[in-house]
């Protein structure tokens, strides 16, 4: 879940949930270890028994939010001198444990696994254990309803069993190495929908009561029915769904498939804004992947406090409401990403599962990638390349201010802590780079045969490597070694010049990355294209050391040189390159990578024709991505020259590169742009994510008397997911005005809503640096089961700078058994104890370094504007020849000596 200029993106597992505000990080100290203390190695899990079929039928009891359930289950037996089946199952009331006949088997269960004694037999042999029980979970399934914070909070049960919390509402083996049959049978209040895996055999009335208020919980009556899911073909765990509520039904069916969507009574105009493009997507995927949608529906959920953006449960899929669009925040905002990402899981994830979670971005990695493929087929290249960017960005991050670490990385304390910017976006990037290797007939054949290879099955890395040497002819072990099973990326510097006496072209290349035993030099082809008008010639530049330099012929003088046109390299890059150069790339490259990589490298140079430059690409150029781009870097200069030429463009049609021309001018500590930036935030914008940037950039000014008056009306706006609100706190802490955490301490309560409420927390802790008052309030606030929030809150209290934090952070690592909440903790730990985390010193440098900045530009500026009042005056038309005369004079001629 991350927000940038362009996006406001939820993703479904990824526990690193973004902030605008992260760890504090020493920029000298390199990425911190991913390994915590007391982190264990963790392997596959052993098994005598494979679960075959599993069948649960349940009842709930709303008062108390519990199950009663029987679960049957059929084993295999795979070691004939076992004599004990082991299910996971945490917290239960058990009232029997028989076989299929009722006998009583004999089991022992210690409250985290049952253990049923079962006598010897050949392999294969199979047997039946019903298990009888009644739970309350803590976790994997939950029920929601009205509360004192949440009072028109519908009621709803779901579930969540991702990663390892199917445990604590079914009895069952709860790791992605065995694949089962399931069925649900569900008795639920009447009127309600329940939704679970696979085909819907039956629903009719049964006898019984629900025993609440109907018209409370959103029931036709008093009384159940009785829902019967079958999924036939075997899936595992994790997996397994259900979902019960008052939920309105959209059929958007497809010749062969069921496809519907599930939202709250009121807001189907929202659920077709947000999902209407599943069946363009699934036939799309069908095509690419060579494999058509391998489940009997596809249904998709919205629900309320989902823990996660969304769980791509086998053809049945869990999302958050928070995806839900108004039409407003549909102008430039869009729940593709995540539907598309949801929808890739039913081949990768669904159909072919990691064998064990160190290889889960076989999962995360496709789904992400799929992303990309989705906007590359609604939106073209330009698109898909863009959202690539966006991807690296998140990656790029985490690596140098959180940890660093191999995508397969079997050291983790929860599986959680692997579900991070490594997994997703890095494992979508090494997919992106495994295309441009292979091409994409061989790579799209690589993908076919992985799936159908495995279809029903568990894979690890190793699987993916195969199929893709096999459809190809490769070998591939190196780029997968160097990408995979090390960690890090390239960090390139890139010199380029051109000599015309010798006719020869220089280009410089150096990885400047820290080699260490996790991260290594890397081995690639580099692109760079030598253009002369028309003419284009690419050379493959093969890179290996630290440093190369490389000389090619180039007889003429080039009009521009392009490095890694197509985007090909996951890396950061630092490209020295003549000015003229980059003039040409950005104004004439087909590429729109290489138009804003140009139009980054100009941000260095303030200079007229580089402003100019800049403020035509973010007018006009074809690629909205560019444009953003282009807008970033004349905020980054920060010069008169480059505000004056924002100001002009305030009011760009595309909402996109307009939210990013705001954000540039928030760059400004001037009277002018806060005076600006509170007039356009007084008059709203089309906009809510460009009137939510306004307040924000508003903030950064730092010019209070402009702009407090603003941030407060701001302050008082609702609008989608609070995001306006959200701005204006943000824009508060950006004003550095204690002052403003009275007005903003009310939005961290349970009754603000999530996003506002991160904002904030974390906005106090960077108005209120080590206030003791701030900090207790902070403390208060922690939520042990919250895994959106009390990250956040984490985050929020390393900010704060107070070691006396440690000690409420810790007891919650030591109580909680959210793996998000405890991953989070400890890494709050480990900063606030100093170990690789920001200090005071570090915040003080930071704040000089601002103000030094702001008094060179000021500086800038005002030698700009003294050169321009003593430069010589353009000559009046028709005394050309009498300056000449004057400067041929012999005065003349003997002061020029």
């Not at 940890?403 to 802590?417: A, G, K, L, M, W």
Request: proline share 4%; glycine share 8%; charged share 30%.
């Amino acid at each position: 879940m991350s927000t940038n200029v362009t996006r406001f993106r939820e993703r479904c597992r990824c526990h690193g949930v973004s902030s605008s505000y992260a760890f504090p990080v020493d920029p000298g100290a390199g990425p911190r270890p991913f390994k915590l203390p007391g982190d264990p190695e963790r392997f596959g899990r052993p098994r005598a028994f494979d679960v075959e079929q599993l069948t649960v039928e349940l009842s709930f009891d709303l008062a108390v939010h519990a199950v009663d359930a029987t679960a049957t289950l059929t084993v295999a037996r795979k070691n004939p001198s076992a004599e004990t089946l082991v299910l996971d199952a945490v917290g239960f009331l058990l009232h029997g444990v028989t076989d299929g006949d009722g006998r009583a088997l004999e089991h022992r269960y210690d409250g985290d696994q049952l253990h049923v004694t079962l006598a010897k037999g050949a392999v294969g042999a199979r047997c039946v254990v019903r298990v009888r029980y009644r739970a309350v979970p803590q976790r994997g399934l939950y029920f929601m309803g009205p509360a004192e914070h949440r009072p028109a909070r519908p009621w709803q049960v779901w579930s969540q069993c991702q990663d390892e919390d199917a445990r604590y509402w079914i009895p069952c083996h709860d790791f992605p190495n065995v694949r089962m049959s399931t069925e649900f049978i569900v008795h639920a209040p009447e009127g309600w929908h329940v939704l679970s895996n696979g085909t819907l055999v039956s629903r009719a009335p049964v006898e019984g009561k629900h025993g609440m208020n109907p018209a409370l919980i959103g029931a036709t009556g008093p009384g159940l029915e009785r829902w019967h899911w079958q999924q036939r073909e075997p899936h595992v765990a994790y997996l397994m769904t259900l979902v019960a509520g008052r939920f309105n039904e959209i059929v958007a069916d497809m010749p062969s498939l069921s496809v519907r969507y599930y939202v709250d009574p009121g807001r189907e105009e929202d659920g077709k804004r947000s999902f209407g493009r599943t069946p363009e997507m699934i036939a799309h995927f069908e095509t690419l992947f060579g494999v058509k949608f391998p489940w009997a529906k596809y249904h998709q959920i919205a629900v309320h406090d989902f823990t996660f953006g969304g769980m791509e449960n086998t053809s049945a899929t869990t999302m958050t409401d928070r995806i839900l669009l108004d039409a407003r925040a549909a102008l430039d905002n869009t729940a593709d990403d995540i539907v598309a990402h949801e929808l890739a899981h039913q081949w990768f994830g669904d159909l072919v599962t990691c064998r064990d979670w160190s290889h889960a971005w076989l999962n995360e990695g496709f789904a992400t990638f799929c992303e990309n493929l989705d906007a590359e087929k609604k939106h073209g290249w330009d698109e898909y390349r863009y959202s690539l960017e966006e991807h690296a960005h998140g990656y790029l991050s985490e690596d140098g201010g959180r940890y660093r670490r191999p995508i397969v990385c079997s050291t983790y304390n929860n599986p959680i802590d692997l579900f991070d910017r490594h997994l997703y976006e890095k494992g979508g990037w090494v997919l992106h780079m495994l295309r441009c290797e292979l091409g994409d007939e061989q790579f799209f054949a690589g993908v076919r045969r992985y799936l159908e290879k495995h279809r029903g099955s568990i894979v690890e890395t190793r699987d993916l490597l195969r199929a893709m040497e096999e459809e190809s002819g490769r070998s591939l072990e190196g780029f997968f070694d160097q990408w995979v099973y090390r960690a890090g990326h390239p960090e390139m510097d890139v010199k380029a010049s051109h000599d015309r006496d010798s006719g020869l072209l220089t280009v410089r290349v150096k990885q400047k990355q820290t080699v260490d035993a996790v991260t290594p030099l890397f081995r690639f082809a580099l692109d760079v294209t030598v253009v002369h008008g028309r003419d284009e010639q690419t050379h493959s530049l093969d890179v290996s050391g630290a440093e190369h330099v490389f000389v090619l012929p180039c007889k003429k003088a080039p009009d521009r040189v392009s490095v890694d046109p197509r985007g090909t390299l996951l890396a950061t890059w630092s490209f020295d390159l003549p000015r003229d150069w980059l003039l040409d790339a950005l104004k004439n490259d087909g590429s729109s990578v290489v138009r804003f990589r140009a139009a980054q490298a100009l941000s260095k140079r303030d200079e007229p024709t580089a402003v100019d430059a800049l403020a035509a690409a973010v007018r006009g150029d074809e690629f909205w991505g560019v444009s953003v781009e282009a807008a970033a870097a004349l905020g980054a200069m920060g010069s008169r020259r480059a505000y004056e030429a924002l100001a002009t463009l305030v009011d760009v049609a595309h909402p996109k590169v307009r939210r990013a021309v705001v954000a540039a001018l928030g760059e400004f500590k001037s009277d002018a742009a806060a005076e600006l930036l509170a007039k356009k935030l007084d008059a709203g914008d089309a906009s809510v994510l460009v009137e939510a940037e306004l307040a924000r950039s508003a903030g950064r000014t730092r010019k209070r008397e402009r702009v407090w008056g603003s941030l407060v009306t701001a302050l008082g706006r609702d609008s989608w997911r609070d995001v306006v609100r959200s701005g204006a706190i943000d824009g508060f802490a950006r004003l550095r005005a204690k002052e403003a955490i009275s007005l903003i301490e009310p939005y961290s309560s349970r009754s603000a809503s999530l996003g506002t409420r991160r904002t904030a927390v974390a906005a106090m802790a960077e108005l209120g640096h080590k206030d003791r008052s701030v900090r207790e309030k902070l403390e208060a606030l922690i939520d042990l089961n919250d895994p959106y929030f009390t990250p956040e809150l984490f985050r929020s209290l390393v900010r704060l700078g107070d070691s006396d934090a440690l000690g409420a952070i810790e007891r919650a690592v030591a109580q909680t058994i959210d793996g998000r909440v405890q991953r989070h903790g400890r890494e709050a730990s480990r900063a606030l104890r100093g170990e690789g985390g920001a200090s005071d010193e570090l915040r003080r440098l930071r704040d000089q370094l601002e103000q030094v900045e702001q008094r060179a530009r000021a500086l800038e500026d005002a030698m700009a504007t003294l050169e321009a009042k003593v430069a010589p005056k353009k000559p009046a038309k028709g005394a050309k020849k009498a300056a000449r005369k004057k400067a041929a004079s012999p005065a003349k001629k003997s002061a020029r000596r």
